[in-house]
Nanobody, 125 residues
């Protein structure tokens, strides 16, 4: 199975920035579309964004569009989530997820094949 290891979560003040990383195992990382999701207590897991295999296409949820940026470095088997202008409502556990089919149309958690362990992001006001 593909293993995803996340890092970069923590506590940040509103208006601040945080950069999450997700490193994938294997030698076929460049064939995966990579998604980011988040889940706050008592809420459903929410789609944040996705990046295509080559990194040439990204799509974001409206709630984060203009503030968050997904990028990837296939040579490092790593996908990033740069979060700027953070708001308290961004507080959640953030997960990276891999779609081994490489599809860029998967927006729901059940459509992804592998998941990271999640990393807590807390934004204080």
């Amino acid at each position: 199975q593909v293993q995803l290891v996340e890092s970069g979560g923590g506590l940040v003040q509103a208006g601040g920035s945080l950069r999450l990383s997700c490193v994938a195992s294997g030698r076929t990382f460049s064939s995966y579309a990579m998604g980011w999701f988040r889940q706050a207590p008592g809420k459903e897991r929410e789609f944040v964004g996705i990046i295509s295999r080559s990194g040439g296409y990204t799509y974001y949820a409206n709630s984060v569009k203009g503030r968050f940026t997904i990028s990837r470095d296939n040579a490092k088997n790593t996908v990033y989530l740069q979060m700027n202008s953070l708001k308290p409502e961004d507080t959640a556990v953030y997960y990276c997820a891999a779609d081994i089919s490489g599809s860029v149309y998967k927006r729901h958690p059940g459509e992804y094949d592998y998941w990271g362990q999640g990393t807590q992001v807390t934004v204080s006001s």
